[in-house]
């Protein structure tokens, strides 16, 4: 009969107990004396993840997945390869080293990664952090010099499987696979092939691979997520021979594959001198035939097939899932491994906590611990005697009669959305003129100075702000108090940026908790859970919203705010939107219908509330798509589709507006050059966008291709508690004005000031400004040369 098994659990806790732990070590100076503690917190988490997978059922009790800050720092720990510039002994074990590493010597307190940039010496910064595949998750990057070296490492991995085989047998260890953690990595100090560390490498998981054997255990879960992305051959090459070393000393080994396609692989995967594969089958349930039939050739082989998804909270169709997995249970029998389709690292930990969350759409979740459940009723589901069990049955008969309720629920279905979009024309995504037109119509009023300066709209998130946004969600305060204690926020913005001598202003966003889950909280179609927390790096956890139904604007969301600011003030205020993408890539979406279509749904709910906000006098509206790059497919195939729909969302929610309406982007990063195109193809009237980390690197990007409309490259790091000169930033104005005509060039910060004390922000907008004055008499002198 099949066996049933994931391939990871949360490791954050069902109450997020390690951030809490972690932190308060963090705090503590980092102790030996608290270590204690800390390592109660990890043990108990272990304990609750086993104890969760052995009540559900499952064959296999995975282990090797709890990490005290991320995965891929902890298999560097365990081979020894932490970077060599920390200076650590060679073969450290040290809790306090490995949190170093992640977090550099900032010191103690929260998570200082904000501030990374901040005054540490170089050597000892932290190492650098990129999102985990497509994932929200973000991961340490590896570092790989000619220095490296590889060697005895943590035993943290061993102790865990050694807690777990104290309960009983069947535990199946995860480890990240040699290439994965070798690809993953940057090449630093004059390294240009890391591919070339490999045999050492392999060394240590060859150490690694034969103590988990001697230790009793029989499977270990090799995680080569990298199959999925454009490999290329050397790396393609290298798998047959590193897996050659590996399997005679290992136990047996599971590759585990995921986030991807994989059927080009399909040859070199049933080749492999492995014991099984895994595939997702939730991202590319078209490979599974590639696999089946080749599998059905290889007398021995298991085949784990994820069905379950790991990445996102609906239930799994039972009855779908389970005709997917009946020929290949008649094909393989136990051979066939029922999963999830990655690590369930990805979703919340368990339904159970979320006691007020609307009853009817309830009903259509899952979190780790019922996937469990559902990876296990599954496999029984393949064995004709256990399909008849009368709980497995009524199992099955509950989760059909939800999916059928789903599937027609008026909650999901609005009618009044489908008729909107079903008349959705091209001319919808465009605006009434280009943009030299409406450039000249802004200008005409706006009356701007040469060199614009604004920022990007939040201000400092102070104590006393989120103090009043929790009281008042509480019933603790009430509607009239709060009221008045955002509008006095709101006030003081706009004196202060009047007194800055800022050109556009903002309402500063006191009263927003987070850019995606405030409009989460006003849009129809949406849910927020109370404990849906899922891991963002590090003790850093963020609550996704739900996106459930399709997606409808019962009322203005921010006109009030901004419209109130507006008459503050004779300036032009800016009023605040996030985007759809951003929406969609930060929520739980919906897997019932293609994402490209509920990012038009969100587009056009904004488009209305741009259009209130016009209405209301607001004619400077800024749409932010932080996450437009991130939502990039893993795949370069798949990009262009992506772009389109990506483009044209965005271009959905901003078109319906006069000629003479400025509409704002704003993205956080500079990595710009490979989707330049798209980002003029917003057609954005100004865009503002991160720049000063890289030094202005983006501005190269303008060598091959001139971005047509209005661009503020940050001046100001506002990842930093730095407060930048005048001079600083009069230096990357000039740079800026190398590439960027003045007609075309806005003064702003980074990004969002909300991490920011008063203080700092003070100091660096007032040199904003004074920045941009200067540069504007030098302008005028030279044009006085000039003529
Ligand atoms: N308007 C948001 C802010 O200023 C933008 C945040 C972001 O780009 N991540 O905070
Ligand atoms: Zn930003």
């Given amino acids: 009969m099949a066996q049933a098994h994931v391939l990871g659990l949360p490791r954050i806790g069902a109450q997020r107990e390690l951030k809490f732990a972690v932190e308060a070590f ?83 307190g929260t998570d200082q990664r904000a501030d990374q940039s901040g005054n540490q010496s170089a050597n000892q910064s932290a190492m650098e952090m990129t999102k985990w595949f497509d994932t929200n998750y973000h991961y340490l990057v590896p570092e ?63 150490r690694v691979l034969g103590r988990l054997k001697a230790q009793g255990v029989t499977w270990v879960q090799i995680d080569e997520p990298i199959l999925a ?20 000393v290992a136990p047996s080994l599971l590759l585990a594959t995921y986030f991807g396609d994989v059927s080009e692989h399909a040859d070199l995967l049933a080749s492999l001198p492995v014991a099984g594969v895994h595939l997702d089958a939730v991202r590319a349930p078209q490979a599974l035939e590639a696999f089946a039939s080749r599998w059905s050739s290889h007398h021995d082989k298991v085949l784990s097939v994820g069905v379950v998804d790991g990445r996102n909270v609906w239930r799994t169709d039972l009855a779908r899932a389970r005709a997917q997995l009946a020929p290949l249970a008649q094909a393989l029998g136990n051979r066939l491994w029922v999963a999830s389709s990655c690590s369930l690292m990805h979703c919340p930990v368990d339904l159970a906590n979320e006691g007020q969350l609307d009853k009817e759409v309830r009903t259509w979740l899952a979190f780790a611990v019922q996937k469990l459940g559902e990876v296990a009723l599954l496999r029984c589901s393949l064995d004709a005697a ?54 000249r119509a802004q200008r005409a009023w706006l009356k701007l100075p040469p060199l614009p300066t604004t920022t ?48 556009v202003l903002v309402h500063g966003e006191a009263e927003r908790n987070d850019m995606v889950e405030y409009f989460g909280e006003l849009l129809w179609g949406f849910v927020i859970t109370a404990n849906g927390w899922v891991q963002s790096y590090g003790s850093r956890c963020v609550k996704p919203p739900v996106i459930y139904g399709d997606v409808y604007l019962p009322e203005p969301m921010t006109v009030a705010w901004s419209a109130y600011a507006q008459q503050l003030t004779d300036k032009p205020v800016k009023g605040m939107l996030t985007g759809p993408v951003t929406m969609l890539q930060w929520s739980f979406v919906r897997d019932d219908q293609p994402r490209e279509q509920t990012a038009l749904q969100i587009a056009l709910a904004l488009r209305e509330e741009v259009a209130a906000l016009e209405k209301a006098g607001v004619r400077v509206i800024q749409i932010d798509e932080p ?14 589709s992506y772009l389109e729909w990506a483009v044209r969302a965005f271009r959905v929610c901003s078109s319906g507006v006069a000629d003479d309406t400025q509409i704002h982007t704003h993205m956080c990063y500079s990595e710009f050059h490979d989707i330049l195109p798209s980002i003029a193809a917003l ?94 008499a030098r302008l005028v002198r030279q044009q006085a040369q000039a003529a």
Wanted: charge should be negative; include cysteine; aromatic fraction near 8%.
């Fill in 144 to 206: 790989y010099s000619p220095q490296t070296r590889f060697g005895e490492g943590t035993d943290w991995l061993f102790e865990e499987v050694a807690e777990a085989l104290a309960e009983g047998p069947n535990v199946k260890p995860v480890l990240l696979g040699p290439l994965s953690l070798l690809y993953l990595g940057k090449e630093k100090g004059g390294l240009t092939d890391r591919l070339t560390l490999l045999p050492e490498l392999l060394v240590q998981y060859t």
């Fill in 627 to 640: 996450a437009l790059r991130e939502g990039l497919p893993l795949r370069e195939r798949d990009w262009p």
């Fill in 456 to 503: 990007i709209g939040s201000f400092p998130q102070t104590a006393a702000i989120r103090a009043a946004r929790a009281e008042f969600r509480r019933h603790a305060m009430s509607h009239l108090d709060y009221l008045e204690t955002m509008r006095a926020q709101i006030r003081l913005a706009i004196e202060k940026q009047e007194a800055y001598g800022l050109d």
């Fill in 683 to 776: 057609d954005a009237d100004v865009i503002s966008i991160e720049t000063t980390r890289s030094d202005m690197e983006l501005l190269d990007a303008f060598e091959a291709f001139e971005y047509p409309n209005d661009i503020g490259p940050g001046v100001y790091d506002i990842h930093s508690p730095r407060v930048p000169s005048q001079a600083e930033m009069e230096r990357l104005i000039e740079a800026a004005l190398v590439r960027i005509p003045s007609e075309r060039l806005w003064i702003n910060p980074d990004c969002g000031l909300k991490t920011r004390d008063w203080t700092q922000v003070d100091g660096a907008l007032t040199h904003m400004v004074a920045a941009a004055n200067a540069v504007r």
């Fill in 26 to 108: 963090w705090h503590g100076g980092m102790r030996a004396c608290d270590e204690p503690a800390l390592q109660d917190t990890g043990r108990s988490i272990r304990a609750a993840n086993r104890r969760a997978q052995r009540d559900a059922g499952l064959d296999w009790i995975t282990v090797g997945d709890f990490h005290w800050y991320d995965h891929v720092l902890s298999t560097l720990a365990l081979v020894g390869g932490l970077p060599a510039r920390f200076g650590f002994a060679a073969a450290t074990r040290s809790l306090a080293d490995y949190f170093v590493a992640a977090r550099g010597h900032a010191g103690n």
């Fill in 386 to 439: 256990e399909f008849l069990r009368a709980d497995v049955q009524e199992a099955f008969v509950a989760d059909a009669a939800a999916q059928a309720a789903r599937r027609t629920s008026p909650r999901i279905h609005n009618t009044v959305v489908q008729k909107r979009l079903a008349a959705l024309t091209e001319a919808d995504a465009r605006r009434a003129s280009a943009y030299p037109a409406r450039a």
């Fill in 229 to 248: 992305l454009d490999l290329p051959a050397p790396w393609r090459e290298a798998f047959a021979p590193a897996y050659a070393r590996l399997s005679p």
